[in-house]
């Protein structure tokens, strides 16, 4: 329905006001120690993320919130689990901030009647309650959430590495295959399939907040 596409694309823009811009998730860190300095590095790097890290476990607890959305002791255990999952401290500040910021500007598109968030909510916890509060298809969110992350991250490496527009955009496209294919995975996921081994995304988060001069908050 084009009304369900509308809203996930007003609440995944860069324009919607949860702060996301201000968040590169250990990138800027990567950058600095030139683990990332080209276009097909960067690649490498979101890859990573997306299909071994943090943005499939968010995806796979997106899921499992979008099926219970009025249900507020999942919902709690889900933010449990999630906070319990960010192994940095800046990468915790990162979801709750941005989560919090999702619940208050997502209060424009009132239920009825109204269901109960975990406080703190982290951001994948929200996103998919709300998309499941409003019964918007689970895969369509799943890609709206993986794709509008992915966006961001090349968005860092544009302005950082810099790499530029067009291969930010060739980044962009050749990613979108791997978003695809994991959508379909995580909406089917149980939360024993929750796993990473992107440790060098982990570790550099953590030393993020050491690096001199920082322009990004994570």
């Given at each position: 329905?084009?009304?369900?596409?509308?809203?996930?694309?007003?609440?995944?823009?860069?324009?919607?006001?949860?702060?996301?811009?201000?968040?590169?998730?250990?990138?800027?860190?990567?950058?600095?120690?030139?683990?990332?300095?080209?276009?097909?590095?960067?690649?490498?790097?979101?890859?990573?993320?997306?299909?071994?890290?943090?943005?499939?476990?968010?995806?796979?607890?997106?899921?499992?919130?979008?099926?219970?959305?009025?249900?507020?002791?999942?919902?709690?255990?889900?933010?449990?689990?999630?906070?319990?999952?960010?192994?940095?401290?800046?990468?915790?500040?990162?979801?709750?901030?941005?989560?919090?910021?999702?619940?208050?500007?997502?209060?424009?598109?009132?239920?009825?009647?109204?269901?109960?968030?975990?406080?703190?909510?982290?951001?994948?916890?929200?996103?998919?309650?709300?998309?499941?509060?409003?019964?918007?298809?689970?895969?369509?969110?799943?890609?709206?959430?993986?794709?509008?992350?992915?966006?961001?991250?090349?968005?860092?490496?544009?302005?950082?590495?810099?790499?530029?527009?067009?291969?930010?955009?060739?980044?962009?496209?050749a990613l979108e295959p791997q978003i695809a294919q994991l959508a379909d995975l995580c909406q089917h996921a149980t939360l024993d399939e929750i796993g990473s081994v992107?440790?060098?995304?982990?570790?550099?988060?953590?030393?993020?907040?050491?690096?001199?001069?920082?322009?990004?908050?994570?």
């Amino acid at each position: 329905m084009s009304a369900d596409l509308q809203k996930l694309l007003t609440w995944l823009s860069p324009a919607f006001p949860v702060g996301a811009f201000a968040w590169s998730a250990g990138l800027e860190t990567a950058i600095v120690s030139r683990a990332v300095h080209d276009r097909l590095t960067a690649q490498d790097w979101i890859s990573g993320a997306l299909l071994h890290g943090a943005l499939r476990t968010d995806a796979i607890l997106m899921a499992h919130a979008h099926r219970a959305p009025r249900d507020p002791r999942t919902l709690r255990d889900l933010a449990d689990l999630c906070l319990a999952l960010t192994p940095a401290r800046e990468r915790h500040a990162e979801t709750t901030m941005t989560g919090n910021a999702f619940v208050t500007a997502a209060a424009a598109w009132p239920v009825d009647p109204p269901f109960d968030l975990p406080k703190p909510c982290p951001y994948p916890i929200a996103v998919g309650a709300l998309a499941g509060v409003h019964a918007i298809a689970l895969r369509d969110t799943l890609v709206g959430y993986l794709t509008a992350t992915v966006h961001g991250q090349v968005s860092v490496a544009v302005r950082l590495v810099p790499i530029g527009q067009t291969d930010g955009l060739a980044i962009m496209a050749a990613l979108e295959p791997q978003i695809a294919q994991l959508a379909d995975l995580c909406q089917h996921a149980t939360l024993d399939e929750i796993g990473s081994v992107a440790y060098g995304a982990d570790i550099a988060q953590m030393q993020h907040e050491t690096l001199p001069t920082r322009i990004f908050r994570s």
